[in-house]
């Protein structure tokens, strides 16, 4: 098989949460932009007009569907939409995810719950149900979950993540997990622990420790818009189908210095 084929991603069906806007769309494009076709989810329904148009002006093949992954007894009716549109899934990005910033000392309990059960819980029910009706039968599929430099590390600097932290470090232990259990059906399952992009969700702490971070960071700068792309293209194509249980850091060297 030429190299490039084995990037090709032609006619594979993709659902990627999160796939709205930030990390999430820009990973839309990049497997879209491979010859897949494109299921992307997010709670905001303007949100996703706004990426379907995007996304179709590049000339993707894109389904939008509004669903709020913390509400865990829908998790199979978004599995359902997507295979009524495409027949199955053959790549799953479990890229949504929450945060919340407060001392560990003062966390609202509440708070530790909502990052937990949207990071950890949403994730793992969405890999059985994808696993159960679509990977599984067919021995075949790719699984890639977005942890996180903060999984790795005990940082940011200055910062107060705790709930975040601990449960991007579950991500990553369940992708060993889960490759272990799933390697027997030909199903590659893999993590990218994305560094410090800037994003919707990290905009508020990067305001407070942006400089910081950028010094303490070899490449010393963010990530930018192309900077996962390669990555997830990787993972997600027949290139990595010797791959299973690793995650690859996109992070300018941060892991490595904080």
């Known amino acids: 098989m030429s190299v490039r ?6 006619s594979k069906i993709v659902l990627i949460t999160g796939g709205s806007r930030g ?4 990973m839309a494009e990049a497997l879209g932009e ?12 303007n949100e996703l007009a706004e990426a379907e148009a995007h996304l ?8 939008t569907i509004p669903h709020d992954l913390s509400k865990l007894d829908t998790i199979p009716n978004l599995v359902d939409q997507v295979v009524a549109k495409y027949g ?9 995810g929450a945060t919340w910033a407060a001392p560990a000392e003062n966390h609202p309990v509440d708070a530790w719950h909502k990052v937990m059960n949207l990071n950890v819980n949403a994730m793992f029910l969405l890999c059985q149900e994808v696993g159960r009706r679509c990977m599984i039968p067919r021995k075949s599929g790719k699984v890639i979950n977005l942890a996180s430099v903060l999984g ?10 705790i709930a975040y932290n601990t449960s991007k470090g579950a991500v990553l232990n369940f992708t060993r997990t889960l490759a272990s259990e799933w390697g027997k059906y030909n199903i590659n399952v893999n993590a990218i622990c994305p560094g410090w992009f800037p994003t919707k969700m990290s ?37 990595s189908r010797h791959v299973t249980g690793q995650y690859v850091s996109v992070d300018g060297g941060a892991s490595i210095a904080w």
């Open 34 to 45: 491979m010859g897949a076709k494109v299921a992307i989810s997010a709670r905001k329904a």
């Open 23 to 26: 990390l999430g769309l820009q």
């Open 203 to 239: 905009a508020g702490l990067l305001e407070k420790i942006g400089a910081t971070v950028i010094a303490a960071t070899p490449l010393h700068r963010l990530g930018g818009e192309e900077d996962i792309k390669g990555t997830l293209v990787f993972l997600a194509s027949e290139a």
């Open 152 to 161: 790795l590390t005990g940082g940011p600097p200055d910062g107060t993540t």
């Open 5 to 10: 084929k084995l990037f090709d991603l032609t």
């Open 56 to 63: 179709q002006k590049l000339g993707i093949d894109v389904l």
């Open 88 to 96: 199955t899934i053959d790549i799953l990005v479990n890229n949504a």
